[in-house]
């Protein structure tokens, strides 16, 4: 398919100048184009909307429209009042020359035109704790701009996304198959970790019962609030804006957060094989959350406040929960490189989770202090 016929249907003024593959993303194709006049260049990303993951793209792209129209009108009233000490940004949907926010292929899949953030880029790890102040101010922010956004205007773009009674579920299911036993049989280590999960199910269910108690309410989260997305300003080194927005969805906030200190904290990554090597960086969380609570201190509740140990301690073991479940289905789900990968990763993962159990005393003196 020529792109550059695709674009054709889009209001970008200027000469199409480059169209090329961009970015890292497993999810969507995207491309960078540029296009130049006399005066000016402008650079914008155009993505299909991935249907394998997200099999109604129609909806996305409706989330998008309202998530960015909130957040660019709150951003507006911000800017005027002079509250923030920087420029904050997000994407802007670039509409068709028939004003839509879209436009389909011959083949009816979606297409979608969003304005780049220029001159700032995003990390694939953390670079120290001004890096971890700045991801934590950025995702504070974001959850800010959507604190008045009511959760019933936006559909779930991925129903059981971070549910963890879920996940458990699915484990069980894959536990009873013959496949996963014989794996369990060969293993020690894989025995070692089935009888780590049984050890945490009662806490496994910690955020959805206060859910259920209505100690904590859904609002709006992020979903991969990864720090790869998470842009950092060139000239200022302050955080700017969050990209990849398809995951927004009603959710607990908590959750991204402990989905950002998971990544953020942890200097070793995801697949570090020597599991002395994995553990939660104090200070990298303190830095975070200072930048966080500066943001989203506004509208978070006691009970919001008392339920982040929970989260952050959840997370990386409701993500290790998932790479074991998929090791003993036969890794289906993540991307493998080698025999063994996914099993070593839930390793890396429910080692993390110990080392924020052994730290539980300081992370939650911490979280007293903000």
Not at 109 to 132: K, M, N
Not at 227 to 232: S, W, Y
Not at 233 to 244: C, E, L, S, V, Y
Not at 315 to 336: M, S, W
Request: hydrophobic share 40%; net charge neutral.
């Amino acid at each position: 398919m020529d792109l550059s016929l695709l674009m054709e249907k889009f209001n970008v003024k200027g000469r199409l100048v480059t169209l090329a593959p961009f970015g890292s993303g497993n999810i969507n194709d995207t491309f960078l184009a540029v296009y130049r006049n006399t005066f000016t260049e402008t650079q914008v990303v155009l993505q299909r909307v991935n249907r394998k993951v997200f099999p109604r793209p129609e909806e996305i792209m409706r989330n998008m429209h309202a998530i960015t129209l909130h957040c660019h009108e709150k951003l507006e009233r911000d800017a005027m009042s002079g509250r923030d000490d920087r420029v904050w940004q997000m994407p802007r949907i670039v509409k068709t020359k028939d004003g839509r926010d879209f436009a389909c292929d011959e083949k009816g899949e979606v297409w979608r035109v969003i304005t780049r953030i220029l001159s700032a880029h995003a990390f694939d790890t953390a670079q120290g704790p001004e890096h971890a102040l700045e991801c934590g101010s950025a995702l504070g922010h974001f959850h800010y701009l959507l604190a008045d956004l009511p959760p019933e205007s936006v559909t779930d773009p991925l129903p059981g996304f971070h549910v963890t009674s879920g996940y458990l579920r699915q484990y069980d299911r894959t536990l009873r198959s013959k496949h996963a036993q014989a794996l369990l049989n060969a293993s020690v280590e894989a025995k070692r970790l089935a009888k780590y999960v049984d050890e945490r199910r009662d806490f496994a269910l910690c955020l959805e019962r206060a859910e259920a108690a209505g100690e904590l309410k859904r609002r709006m989260f992020h979903g991969d609030p990864k720090v790869n997305n998470i842009m950092i300003d060139d000239f200022t080194g302050k955080g700017t804006a969050m990209i990849d927005l398809d995951t927004v969805s009603p959710g607990l906030v908590q959750i991204d957060v402990g989905d950002a200190v998971r990544s953020i904290c942890n200097p070793a990554g995801e697949e570090e094989p020597n599991l002395g090597k994995v553990a939660f960086d104090e200070n990298l969380f303190l830095a975070f959350m200072k930048g966080y609570m500066r943001e989203a201190g506004v509208f978070m509740t006691a009970a919001d406040r008392d339920h982040l140990y929970d989260a952050v301690r959840l997370l990386p073991f409701e993500l290790g929960l998932r790479f074991f479940q998929d090791y003993l289905a036969g890794d289906r789900y993540f991307k493998t490189r080698q025999p063994g990968q996914n099993l070593n990763r839930a390793r890396v993962q429910f080692r993390l989770c110990e080392s924020i159990e052994a730290r539980e005393g300081t992370i939650r003196a911490i979280l007293q202090r903000l």
